[in-house]
């Protein structure tokens, strides 16, 4: 995952009740004033006209509470207006304390006196169950009374309850009717909400270029959504041709208002460098703005650049912090993070249980990373049950969504039969879908299929070119096995130098395939000088890894004295280790050793203990010494017996000189083919 490619997030219509159109209370009073002139009676004249003018004075001098009081005189005298005002300002909090019970009481005084503003807040006040119980019938019949009245608020209330279905039947075809004609009156919010509805095709036609028509006449109202929307259609090129200058100037307009997803847009256009130049330390700052208000997806994105250290000083704590807020309101691309922190134990304690709880949390919103991440946790076991069924399950969902290291995954399920019946053909078809997306597992996994001709058609030549993507890839097995084709000259051309250099790139990686492998390049001068002591030294390396060729090849340096200094007791050391793990050549080795005490202590035992086990691997060399060994007598004691069972036994495999021991014991009567 890469916080890097989140697109940009649009708002689907609006769902929320509006907000009463804050019409500048000065606009309100200097009207007030005019028709306080003209027709107030005498006995409230002199009262009212000084309170509108000192009003005013107070609005200019953002003086909210003075706005109040004299806004609270003008009400008491029965102006349906001021009422109105006051019952906002009583919702808002300004310039008095925030009481819903109180915004109601005076918008009711207003309603009554016939002011639309007044009614549509009240259908406002039952939609969202402020200062009243909620009532979305009394909503839409305020709202329709506001509407019916030419009031804008009103109509696109009602359009909200519409599109809804709340106090009336569903209808888009409704809602956007009156917010069509709120928006010809010039509602910002109106205008807003037919754009998204053009912009994401629901209740009309996806239609780009209206999304963009409606969304800025909207941001030329200077609503903030709406030019947080126009950001968008730049950004994407929809409606419009695509400009990141454009989207950013946009967003800037918006975020300077305070919208978060604006602010976040922004951040990660510094971060990117998209429409501004690449400015870390103005990407963290509106980030952090959006996210300290609740954005998600900022929030992630802040996370990121603690995690990242971009802009900011690298902080795994910080970053899992701002992570698990995201994560907590259930982004998935956050609680992917939140997982991966927890299973490398960044910025909070390693907890494999934590770790499957929040990758499975992502994984059931569809987030194909944390599904193909989950289907490897059921197949090791990380933090839940094992489970191949589960493990299969999860990797199919991320492999039909188009994830290839989950296609692999499935491949590979399928070619060993793990969770679901084996299936070469399947595991073929999976394997190739996952190559064809990139993965390099999946490249290598179908070179081995055409390899092995398992599921395809035999192919030693796409063997090689399968391979060969992978191993341009880094896959260092498929780069050992590039190097291996080139050695032996299958699928390719034989070409010692290329093998020397892919085998070189593996083995610098640490495969100790790819070092034994170099080792005897070195070591037989392949594709390089001859030199002993490189292949000594590669096959050290190998053989610390447990590699049981290594050992044996290691084993036989020391026995020769060739890229070492010369040593039986070595020798032996590492040809036990070998052997021990079923190398043939290595027990072979041993046992000649132990009958006849070179580099360790001579051993009748111990040499038929490792001929027993390279002969029952079927070793005609080890069956022949065997009947050496029993026709020569363990502690002197022969046993003509068991020599002539394994003479026979080599001899039936073809060894000339196990024939010739069977004429000799015939001769001498030591050998009774009816007691065998």
């Not at 289907?375 to 990797?395: L, R, T």
């Not at 190739?432 to 999946?442: E, I, M, P, T």
């Not at 599921?455 to 050992?480: C, E, I, R, S, T």
Request: charged fraction near 20%; proline fraction near 1%; include cysteine.
């Amino acid at each position: 995952m890469s916080n890097n490619d989140w697109p940009p997030k649009v708002d689907t219509p609006v769902y929320s009740p509006p907000k009463s159109r804050r019409r500048g209370v000065l606009t309100v009073v200097l009207g007030l004033l005019a028709v306080f002139v003209l027709l107030g009676p005498v006995r409230n004249y002199y009262a009212q006209w000084s309170a509108a003018q000192k009003g005013a004075a107070a609005l200019q001098a953002k003086d909210y509470a003075e706005v109040f009081r004299q806004m609270k005189v003008m009400a008491d005298a029965g102006n349906v207006d001021a009422q109105g005002q006051l019952g906002a300002l009583y919702w808002r909090g300004e310039g008095v304390a925030q009481n819903d019970g109180q915004a109601v009481y005076w918008w009711k005084k207003s309603a009554d006196g016939g002011n639309a503003e007044a009614i549509a807040a009240l259908g406002q006040a039952y939609f969202a169950g402020r200062g009243v119980e909620k009532d979305s019938r009394l909503a839409e019949s305020f709202s329709r009374k506001a509407a019916d009245k030419g009031n804008i608020n009103g109509q696109y209330q009602l359009g909200v309850l519409y599109w809804q279905g709340q106090g009336v039947a569903q209808s888009y075809e409704q809602a956007l009717y009156w917010w069509r004609k709120a928006a010809d009156k010039g509602s910002g919010e109106a205008a807003y909400s037919l754009g998204q509805a053009y912009f994401n095709g629901q209740g009309v036609e996806r239609n780009d270029q209206l999304a963009l028509k409606f969304s800025r006449q909207s941001a030329d109202t200077g609503n903030a959504n709406g030019q947080y929307t126009v950001g968008v259609l730049y950004a994407q090129g929809r409606g419009v041709a695509q400009s990141y200058e454009q989207a950013v100037s946009w967003w800037r307009k918006a975020a300077d208002q305070g919208n978060a997803e604006a602010a976040f847009c922004l951040g990660r256009a510094y971060y990117l460098g998209q429409g501004r130049t690449k400015d870390d330390q103005a990407a963290v700052m509106w980030v952090k703005k959006a996210a300290d208000a609740g954005e998600p997806n900022a929030q992630a994105l802040l996370g990121t650049l603690y995690s990242r250290g971009h802009g900011v000083g690298q902080d795994d704590r910080l970053a899992f912090e701002w992570w698990m807020k995201a994560a907590t309101a259930g982004l998935a691309e956050a609680q992917y993070a939140v997982a991966a922190a927890y299973g490398q134990g960044k910025g909070t304690a390693r907890d494999d249980s934590q770790t499957f709880a929040w990758m499975n949390k992502a994984a059931n919103q569809g987030f194909v990373f944390a599904q193909s991440n989950l289907g490897g946790y059921y197949s090791m076991g990380q933090g839940v049950a094992k489970s191949a069924d589960q493990a299969v399950y999860w990797w199919r969902k991320a492999a039909e969504a188009g994830n290839a290291e989950a296609g692999a995954n499935l491949a590979r399920a399928y070619s060993l039969g793990e969770g679901v019946g084996r299936d070469d053909a399947l595991a073929a078809t999976w394997a190739q879908k996952a190559s064809d997306g990139g993965n390099a597992d999946a490249q290598y996994l179908l070179g081995v299929f055409y390899h092995e001709g398992h599921g395809v058609a035999q192919d030693n030549d796409l063997a090689f070119q399968w391979w060969m993507k992978a191993a341009l890839k880094g896959h260092v097995v498929a780069q050992y096995n590039v190097g291996v084709v080139y050695r032996d000259g299958q699928g390719v051309g034989k070409d010692e130098r290329q093998a020397f250099d892919w085998l070189s790139k593996a083995a610098d990686k640490g495969n100790d395939l790819a070092q034994v492998a170099l080792g005897g390049l070195y070591w037989d001068g392949m594709g390089v000088t001859k030199d002993p002591v490189q292949a000594a030294g590669l096959w050290r390396k190998a053989a610390d890894q447990g590699n049981a060729f290594a050992q044996k090849a290691l084993g036989t340096a020391y026995s020769e004295g060739v890229g070492v200094a010369q040593s039986g007791a070595d020798a032996a050391a590492w040809w036990f280790k070998a052997a021990r793990q079923g190398n043939v050549d290595a027990q072979l080795s041993l046992a000649y050793a132990s009958a006849n005490g070179v580099g360790i202590t001579r051993d009748d035992k111990a040499a038929e203990s490792w001929w027993l086990e390279a002969a029952r691997a079927g070793n005609v060399d080890a069956e022949f010494s065997l009947g050496s060994l029993y026709y020569r007598g363990i502690g002197g004691k022969p046993n003509y017996e068991e020599a002539g069972k394994w003479f026979l036994k080599a001899a039936a495999h073809g060894n000339s000189s196990a024939k010739t021991f069977l004429d000799l014991m015939k001769e001498n009567g030591q050998f009774d083919s009816k007691t065998l």
